[in-house]
């Protein structure tokens, strides 16, 4: 499966979410290091929702960009 994540940099550091597994998120001092954690934290995510018995939601989100001229 491949998941979306969002990966935003804050002021110091840069954060990561998943939009189809709410409450999946990781931080990181880059980005290399940022990607690595949300990576782990997703299989986590996961593993925790198979001991629990629930679904794992299939991917749904969908990324695109849209270019603007200004």
Known sequence: ???AI???KAES???AYVPDLPGCVATGASLEEVE???R???EFHLEGLREDGVSIPQP???V???G???
Do not use: G, K, L, W
Request: charged share 20%; aromatic share 12%; glycine share 0%.
């Open 60 to 62: 749904a989100s969908r």
């Open 13 to 15: 550091n840069y954060s």
């Open 1 to 3: 499966m491949r998941y």
């Open 64 to 66: 695109e960009y849209i």
């Open 6 to 8: 969002v990966i935003e």
């Open 40 to 42: 782990e934290a997703i």
């Open 36 to 38: 690595s954690q949300i």
């Open 68 to 70: 603007i001229t200004a």
